[in-house]
């Protein structure tokens, strides 16, 4: 997987296309300097991806080191800044590392999240936490042997653009009130008032039904299932399941925050494509790309409706 072309080469075929998306099989270096990026230019919504975590050791799915990692993701930022529409966002999920054979926690995701920035001149609109309870306890040698660290159950996301004010609206994203907020609506009873923080609650301030509560930047999210229209079709196919799967929660989440139906949603490290499935279910175009054959067929899975080799409409 070390290959690298550096001219610029015609568009490639999709892998596979459904009505509404493309996916495409090749390293995103390579396919964002084909011709597809020209068709791309200043019409993505959002892209949103999860790329290999910074870490210390070599994974399956390919990952680089230190340094070269932090140069490597830093590389895409001014690509992906021009595929992006006035108002696009990009999100991308980066884990914790940890330095080699020590407990010690490693700066390459926060360095190599200063460096895009810097390289890309974007904004940094929000960071989200997305916690996963059900994570196994790693690094295991200091949780689990050593018993010296507590269990590493969450990745960072960051939200950047162009501009300071991307699209974006927290009312397709909000959450079941709880029982308390629904008791405040039915009895029309606050206690308002000045608070130690110093903010002064209005008497109607929460007493407005507005159909959800505002979530905050910390989401939580499992992936667990056992079964699933992808596991399924991996395991009929005798396909490796990639290791390290995006929750579909989490992809919809920015999906439905960041963009409407019928906007174009690119990630360029698609593994198995979760974004292009979650997209799919909220009615906006996608396009994926994926440079592991093994990953991409088995993403073949997330529709259940069926893939197609036939032509790409979206562009």
């Known amino acids: 997987m070390e290959r690298r072309s550096e001219a610029a080469g015609p568009a490639p075929s999709a892998a596979y296309t459904t009505t509404v998306g493309a996916m495409y099989l090749g390293f995103a270096e390579d396919v964002l300097k084909s011709a597809l990026a020209e068709g791309l230019r200043g019409r993505v919504q959002l892209i949103l991806t999860s790329p290999p975590f910074p870490l210390n050791r ?5 990952n680089r080191l230190g340094d070269e990692y932090i140069e490597w993701l830093a590389a895409f930022a001014p690509s992906f800044k021009e595929l992006l529409t006035n108002s696009g966002s990009i999100v991308i999920e980066m884990g914790n590392a940890w330095e080699a054979g020590e407990p010690a926690m490693s700066t390459l995701a926060l360095e190599a999240l200063l460096k895009f920035l810097k390289v890309g001149d974007l904004k940094l609109c929000q960071q989200f936490i997305c916690h996963n309870p059900a994570r196994l306890p790693t690094p295991a040698q200091w949780v689990n042997v050593d018993r010296i660290r507590v269990k590493d159950s969450y990745t960072h996301l960051w939200w950047m653009a162009a501009t300071t004010r991307p699209k974006a609206d927290n009312r397709r994203v909000l959450k079941a009130y709880s029982r308390s907020m629904l008791k405040l609506l039915r009895t029309q009873k606050y206690n308002a008032g000045r608070r130690p923080s110093e903010h002064h609650i209005g008497a109607k301030s ?15 999210f499992t992936n667990t299932l056992s079964t699933d229209p992808y596991l399924g079709y991996c395991r009929e196919q005798g396909l490796p399941l990639h290791p390290a799967r995006m929750p579909g929660e989490l992809a919809a989440f920015f999906i439905k925050f960041l963009t409407e139906a019928g906007d ?3 990630d360029p490290f698609a593994g198995s494509n979760t974004t292009g499935a979650a997209a799919e279910d909220l009615q906006r175009r996608w396009v994926a790309i994926e440079a592991n054959d093994d990953y991409l067929q088995g993403s073949k899975g997330r529709f259940p409706a069926g893939v197609s080799c036939g032509p790409e409409a979206l562009l």
């Open 58 to 62: 070599k994974k399956k799915y390919g």
């Open 206 to 220: 929460f007493l407005k039904n507005n159909n959800g509560a505002i979530p905050s930047n910390v989401l939580t």
């Open 264 to 266: 174009l949603i690119l």
